[in-house]
């Protein structure tokens, strides 16, 4: 699951002068830089700590004095939460433990090769553009199991397990063949973000209906704004996202399970060809072909000066663009509107997940620590901690009690408590990242009026079967 | 001090040797390994022998990337080479002559030194920068004034048509200025003598340059030839920062090295990528002994 709420492929000038700093080192032949990390793989000399002994406050047994190394990824979020809260927390529980800290950017350029020599971390936050590959980690055995933690004793109170104080959903998010491996700590809800201002001063009111979404979009156009854009140069996941969506609305939640089992023909059902049509039309008359080149950032900006209306995202877009957003701009959530009367969800459903992914090692050398680690992270102080320095809503549902969101947020939970038990997910990007290639360059293709749905759902089917095939990727099911 | 020449010689020659082996030779050797392995880049790497170029054969990315070489291979030092060599010419003996000697056109010092600004610059640094160029609306420098006179932005990254030949556009951008400098310092060493001579014999501009200049840059133009054909081989920087959605779109601008990085660095396939950077290494091995050969004639002596 890529949900992160940093750049999901742009290239910060940093990045870009790391890259072609190794581009100038490898000159042409690109092979050396595969090379520049040794296969030694992993064969563990990693000597692990004893357990301590089990008690009340220390219910999975964690050493009082192992040291616990923990690596952040310094995004969106910042690195403070971890080092002013979560960090803290530990050192309160286990005073005699060493916590050692690192900030990055890029996960994986700092510890593949710690992976690869058979020294990880205990616990990492393994996001942003550069994350390490989910699915290569679990097939690898690299990853803890966390059944253990999710039965443990809840922090705050005893007779509660972790798993009861979370909200459904948080451990499927993070399972990989039915065993729970990642945690996903940040609730993100998936929608339409619009500006409350906009729509009220031109009388505008969100749709429920697919022709009051078209009415609406022609008024907006009328209006001579931009009624409904996504970034294609580097973002077009968001529209597959939509697409993904209407097409669960459409013809249920088992829509998506099938595409996610890679089942044979499921992207040739039939709500997703309707979803895909429908939303090429959107593209077609309601959209900007220039947006084609524009990256996230770009388009977001747009939509600031009020000159896109509608724009696809999840809810980390306000906190994302807090820079840019005018004094009274209000992001506004709304979920994607029904496309018939006979769709199987109502028009409240929507995706939501929990995103921004953490794990424990299961080669560090105290695993358990990193356990234990997480089991503070997911405490109420450790959840409300992080919703007070970053504000976002954790999936600790006592985290995010009381606490006054900003209005964008505000909206999402609030749709989030509107939906009820129509919450969907989806998880194939994750494990397949061919597919989600595919399905990006797909989603540009339609929606930029090159291809129509059926070649969509033709080609990507066709990348579909082929990983189904290949025996070299890991294959997961739900 | 014939007697421990030896010992000398090898003394200084051990230090970097070593280091080239380790960090330039010993990589490139693993490459070849990897390539026969499923590698992950975690746990230890799995032998699966010429599997993974066997999938090479029918992967459409590979073949796109491959074809779009080839059409980097003709543009790029045809038309480089071209801009490059008038450039060099006017700068150089384009102007009148004056004592004999010929001249480059008026301002020509000038000229030389805003030619090689593109060179200074990092590759990264220039992608970006063409960023701002080719912005597809209203704030790009070029579709910005186009719409100032009421005309339709041109897109050029996103038009699958026109988004190579954009990319090329950056790439020729980019390598003029360096081979300004490096055919300037090849006509440079022709002696003035030869220019007079054609002169009095009543060559015209033209004249001179098909059958003075061109004739004696031969070894200097062999060499841009290789090198700009190596660069068509690479390309990597320019099309990730600058290509919509990492070579596209729909892989319309991709490089093999774009193919390589997302399939080592996005889907985690190691193993593969090698065996692409492998062919990669093929490749660029072939043209440039290729061209060597082709390209050899009796360079002239003067």
Same mark, same amino acid.
């Given at each position: 699951?890529?949900?992160?709420?940093?750049?999901?492929?742009?290239?910060?000038?940093?990045?870009?002068?790391?890259?072609?700093?190794?581009?100038?080192?490898?000159?042409?032949?690109?092979?050396?830089?595969?090379?520049?990390?040794? *296969?030694?793989?992993?064969?563990?000399? $990693?000597?692990?700590?004893?357990?301590?002994?089990?008690?009340?406050?220390?219910?999975?047994?964690?050493?009082?004095?192992?040291?616990?190394?923990?690596?952040?990824?310094?995004?969106?979020?910042?690195?403070?939460?971890?080092?002013?809260?979560?960090?803290?927390?530990?050192?309160?529980?286990?005073?005699?433990?060493?916590?050692?800290?690192?900030?990055?950017?890029?996960?994986?350029?700092?510890?593949?090769? &710690?992976?690869?020599?058979? $020294?990880?971390?205990?616990?990492?936050?393994?996001?942003?553009?550069?994350?390490?590959?989910?699915?290569?980690?679990?097939?690898?055995?690299?990853?803890?199991?966390?059944?253990?933690?999710?039965?443990?004793?809840?922090?705050?109170?005893?007779?509660?397990?972790?798993?009861?104080?979370?909200?459904?959903?948080?451990?499927?998010?993070? /399972?990989?063949?039915?065993?729970?491996?990642?945690?996903?700590?940040?609730?993100?809800?998936?929608?339409?973000?619009? /500006?409350?201002?906009?729509?009220?001063?031109?009388?505008?009111?969100?749709?429920?209906?697919?022709?009051?979404?078209?009415?609406?979009?022609?008024?907006?156009?009328?209006?001579?704004?931009?009624?409904?854009?996504?970034?294609?140069?580097?973002?077009?996941?968001?529209?597959?996202?939509?697409?993904?969506?209407?097409?669960?609305?459409?013809?249920?939640?088992?829509?998506?399970?099938?595409?996610? $089992?890679?089942?044979?023909?499921?992207?040739?059902?039939?709500?997703?060809?309707?979803?895909?049509?429908?939303?090429?039309?959107?593209?077609?008359?309601?959209?900007?072909?220039?947006?084609?080149?524009?990256?996230?950032?770009?388009?977001?900006?747009?939509?600031?000066?009020?000159?896109?209306?509608?724009?696809?995202?999840?809810?980390?877009?306000?906190?994302?663009?807090?820079?840019?957003?005018?004094?009274?701009?209000?992001?506004?959530?709304?979920?994607?509107?029904?496309?018939?009367?006979?769709?199987?969800?109502?028009?409240?459903?929507?995706?939501?997940?929990?995103?921004?992914?953490?794990?424990?090692?299961?080669?560090?050398?105290?695993?358990?620590?990193?356990?234990?680690?997480?089991?503070?992270?997911?405490? *109420?102080?450790?959840?409300?901690?992080?919703?007070?320095?970053?504000?976002?809503?954790?999936?600790?549902? @006592?985290?995010?009690?009381?606490?006054?969101?900003?209005?964008?947020?505000?909206?999402?939970?609030?749709?989030?408590?509107?939906?009820?038990?129509?919450?969907?997910?989806?998880?194939?990007?994750?494990?397949?990242?061919?597919?989600?290639?595919?399905?990006?360059?797909?989603?540009?293709?339609?929606?930029?009026? &090159?291809?129509? @749905?059926?070649?969509?759902?033709?080609?990507?089917?066709?990348?579909?079967?082929?990983?189904?095939?290949?025996?070299?990727?890991?294959?997961?099911?739900? | 001090?014939?007697?421990?020449?030896?010992?000398?010689?090898?003394?200084?020659?051990?230090?970097?040797?070593?280091?080239?082996?380790?960090?330039?030779?010993?990589?490139?050797?693993?490459?070849?390994?990897? /390539?026969?392995?499923?590698? &992950?880049?975690?746990?230890?790497?799995?032998?699966?022998?010429?599997?993974?170029?066997?999938?090479?054969?029918?992967?459409?990315?590979?073949?796109?990337?491959?074809?779009?070489?080839?059409?980097?291979?003709?543009?790029?030092?045809?038309?480089?080479?071209? %801009?490059?060599?008038?450039?060099?010419?006017?700068?150089?003996?384009?102007?009148?002559?004056?004592?004999?000697?010929?001249?480059?056109?008026?301002?020509?010092?000038?000229?030389?030194?805003?030619?090689?600004?593109?060179?200074?610059?990092?590759?990264?640094?220039?992608?970006?920068?063409?960023?701002?160029?080719?912005?597809?609306?209203?704030?790009?420098?070029?579709?910005?004034?186009?719409?100032?006179?009421?005309?339709?932005?041109?897109?050029?990254?996103?038009?699958?048509?026109?988004?190579?030949?954009? %990319?090329?556009?950056?790439?020729?951008?980019?390598?003029?200025?360096?081979?300004?400098?490096?055919?300037?310092?090849?006509?440079?060493?022709?002696?003035?003598? %030869?220019?007079?001579?054609?002169?009095?014999?009543?060559?015209?501009?033209?004249?001179?340059?098909?059958?003075?200049?061109?004739?004696?840059?031969?070894?200097?133009?062999?060499?841009?030839?290789?090198?700009?054909?190596?660069?068509?081989?690479?390309?990597?920087?320019?099309?990730?920062?600058?290509?919509?959605?990492?070579?596209?779109?729909?892989? @319309?601008? *991709?490089?093999?090295?774009?193919?390589?990085?997302?399939?080592?660095?996005?889907?985690?396939?190691?193993?593969?990528?090698?065996?692409?950077?492998?062919?990669?290494?093929?490749?660029?091995?072939?043209?440039?002994?290729?061209?060597?050969?082709? *390209?050899?004639?009796?360079?002239?002596?003067?």
């Amino acid at each position: 699951m890529s949900i992160t709420p940093e750049h999901p492929a742009a290239l910060d000038r940093r990045t870009v002068l790391r890259r072609a700093a190794a581009v100038g080192m490898l000159a042409t032949p690109a092979i050396g830089l595969l090379s520049a990390c040794a *296969t030694s793989g992993s064969d563990n000399d $990693n000597e692990q700590v004893a357990g301590g002994t089990k008690s009340a406050a220390n219910p999975l047994g964690v050493k009082e004095d192992a040291p616990i190394e923990v690596i952040i990824f310094n995004g969106g979020y910042g690195e403070k939460y971890a080092t002013d809260v979560h960090e803290p927390l530990y050192k309160k529980a286990f005073p005699k433990a060493e916590v050692k800290h690192q900030a990055t950017q890029a996960v994986s350029t700092v510890l593949q090769p &710690r992976f690869a020599s058979g $020294n990880p971390p205990e616990f990492v936050n393994n996001s942003g553009e550069k994350l390490m590959d989910f699915g290569a980690l679990v097939a690898d055995g690299q990853l803890q199991d966390l059944t253990e933690l999710w039965d443990a004793p809840s922090v705050d109170d005893a007779s509660k397990k972790v798993r009861d104080t979370v909200v459904p959903g948080t451990i499927e998010a993070g /399972s990989f063949n039915g065993k729970p491996y990642v945690l996903y700590y940040v609730s993100t809800v998936f929608g339409i973000w619009y /500006s409350a201002k906009l729509f009220k001063d031109n009388g505008w009111a969100p749709a429920k209906t697919w022709d009051d979404f078209i009415a609406l979009l022609t008024s907006i156009k009328a209006k001579g704004i931009t009624p409904y854009g996504y970034a294609g140069a580097n973002a077009a996941y968001y529209q597959w996202n939509v697409i993904l969506t209407q097409a669960a609305k459409i013809g249920g939640t088992d829509v998506l399970k099938n595409i996610d $089992n890679l089942e044979d023909g499921a992207w040739k059902q039939d709500a997703i060809k309707q979803a895909a049509t429908a939303w090429a039309e959107v593209g077609a008359k309601f959209s900007d072909k220039s947006f084609e080149g524009l990256k996230h950032t770009d388009v977001q900006l747009r939509q600031n000066q009020y000159k896109v209306a509608l724009y696809p995202s999840g809810d980390w877009i306000e906190g994302e663009q807090k820079q840019d957003t005018p004094a009274g701009f209000d992001y506004q959530l709304m979920p994607v509107p029904s496309l018939t009367a006979s769709d199987k969800l109502p028009a409240t459903a929507l995706r939501a997940t929990a995103g921004e992914g953490y794990f424990v090692s299961a080669k560090s050398k105290n695993p358990k620590g990193g356990l234990e680690y997480m089991r503070q992270m997911l405490s *109420t102080a450790g959840a409300k901690g992080f919703t007070e320095v970053v504000k976002a809503p954790t999936v600790v549902t @006592a985290g995010s009690e009381g606490f006054a969101f900003p209005p964008g947020v505000a909206s999402s939970q609030a749709a989030l408590k509107a939906a009820g038990q129509d919450v969907f997910n989806l998880y194939f990007d994750g494990w397949y990242k061919e597919l989600d290639t595919e399905a990006r360059t797909a989603t540009n293709e339609l929606m930029f009026g &090159r291809i129509n @749905a059926d070649a969509f759902v033709e080609r990507i089917q066709k990348r579909a079967d082929a990983i189904k095939k290949d025996s070299s990727v890991t294959k997961f099911k739900r | 001090m014939r007697h421990g020449k030896y010992p000398f010689v090898i003394g200084f020659l051990f230090a970097p040797i070593a280091l080239y082996v380790t960090f330039v030779i010993w990589p490139y050797a693993q490459a070849f390994q990897i /390539s026969m392995t499923n590698w &992950r880049g975690l746990s230890a790497p799995q032998w699966v022998g010429f599997d993974n170029y066997r999938r090479l054969l029918d992967d459409g990315a590979f073949w796109k990337a491959v074809q779009h070489h080839g059409v980097l291979l003709l543009a790029l030092p045809l038309i480089t080479v071209a %801009i490059a060599l008038f450039f060099a010419f006017l700068l150089n003996v384009g102007g009148k002559s004056s004592g004999g000697q010929r001249q480059g056109v008026w301002g020509a010092k000038f000229y030389r030194v805003v030619f090689f600004f593109p060179q200074v610059l990092a590759v990264a640094i220039i992608a970006v920068l063409f960023q701002m160029v080719y912005r597809p609306n209203e704030s790009g420098l070029i579709n910005g004034v186009l719409m100032k006179f009421g005309l339709e932005p041109i897109l050029f990254l996103v038009k699958p048509n026109l988004a190579l030949w954009s %990319i090329i556009a950056v790439l020729v951008w980019q390598a003029v200025g360096f081979y300004v400098v490096l055919f300037s310092a090849g006509m440079a060493s022709i002696p003035g003598e %030869i220019y007079e001579a054609a002169e009095m014999d009543g060559a015209t501009r033209v004249t001179l340059f098909f059958r003075v200049t061109l004739p004696l840059l031969w070894d200097t133009l062999q060499v841009a030839w290789v090198y700009l054909g190596i660069a068509a081989f690479d390309a990597f920087a320019i099309v990730a920062v600058l290509s919509v959605d990492g070579g596209g779109p729909d892989g @319309a601008t *991709t490089v093999l090295a774009m193919e390589i990085y997302r399939n080592a660095f996005v889907y985690s396939k190691y193993g593969y990528a090698s065996a692409m950077g492998v062919a990669l290494f093929f490749l660029t091995l072939t043209f440039a002994a290729l061209t060597l050969r082709l *390209t050899k004639r009796e360079s002239v002596e003067y």
